[in-house]
């Protein structure tokens, strides 16, 4: 028979597998939101580079066989300043063909705190990828429209920053977008920003930060013990969720935290037809 002292031991190794490999996969999940825009937006958020297990030549192959018109970043590319040139080459390994937006997650504000030169150099280093960072700004791009270039749907894409830790933004920046848009879009990090989003302001809008629970915890105990997140006490940790009549997704991320483990909260890849 077994002794405790054997079966705790490889079952915690066990464990830790399993969490591990866990960290290193991940699912891409599509959804069409059937608005008639014409439009193909791939979603990445929380990379993490620091602890990141996620191939690049996966992602590449998923990004080209997605076949997106744009791709938006919602934060927390990097966890600490000299983690910068990992990023840029595991970004630079994707090959990414279409025009790629991006905003800040808390992380990247908390490199700033530590070191405010790193600001220039992060936003430098995002502009030799033809990474469009977005704060507190709007964009005007192009649907498809089934193909047709003469009836393109115009969108307005808004970059938040992040709502805890970066630059306020104003509402205003939503005012009159309805009559000169067939659909507005907006992505931040933290999902909180939906609480001061106006009713009825975006089609969509695009957040991460919670990693759908990095760690499974019943009773959503990650939430009720280490988060002070309005939304993920209120219960909305990951996927769709209606916030002031505005639909916002939560995406589980690519990366990780503290630790190079996920449990039962696979990394996602969300693909998105409007």
Not at 109 to 126: G, L, Y
């Amino acid at each position: 028979m077994l002794k405790w002292y054997i079966i705790v031991p490889f079952s915690l190794l066990m464990l830790f597998i399993y969490m591990f490999v866990q960290a290193a996969i991940y699912k891409t999940r599509f959804y069409n939101l059937n608005y008639g825009i014409g439009l193909r937006i791939l979603h990445l958020t929380d990379i993490h580079i620091n602890l990141l297990l996620i191939s690049s030549a996966r992602l590449k192959r998923t990004i080209s066989k997605s076949d997106p018109d744009y791709i938006l970043i919602s934060g927390d590319l990097v966890e600490k300043p000299e983690s910068l040139k990992r990023f840029v080459k595991w970004f630079k390994d994707l090959d990414i063909k279409v025009p790629v937006f991006a905003v800040y997650g808390n992380h990247e504000h908390r490199c700033f705190r530590q070191d405010p030169a790193f600001k220039n150099r992060f936003a430098n280093a995002m502009k030799k990828l033809n990474i469009q960072l977005l704060v507190n700004e709007t964009v005007f791009i192009k649907g498809k429209n089934a193909g047709s270039s003469v009836d393109a749907k115009e969108i307005a894409l808004i970059g938040i920053d992040d709502i805890k830790t970066g630059e306020p933004f104003n509402s205003n920046i939503f005012s009159g977008l309805r009559k000169k848009c067939d659909a507005i879009i907006a992505f931040s990090h933290n999902p909180d920003v939906s609480l001061e989003i106006p009713e009825n302001s975006v089609d969509l809008l695009l957040t991460g930060h919670f990693h759908g629970g990095q760690i499974w915890m019943p009773f959503k105990l990650e939430y009720l013990l280490f988060r002070k997140d309005k939304l993920s006490r209120m219960g909305h940790i990951k996927g769709f969720a209606t916030i002031r009549n505005n639909l916002v997704y939560i995406s589980r991320g690519l990366g990780t935290v503290l630790v190079p483990f996920r449990f039962l909260s696979i990394p996602e890849v969300t693909v998105i037809d409007i």
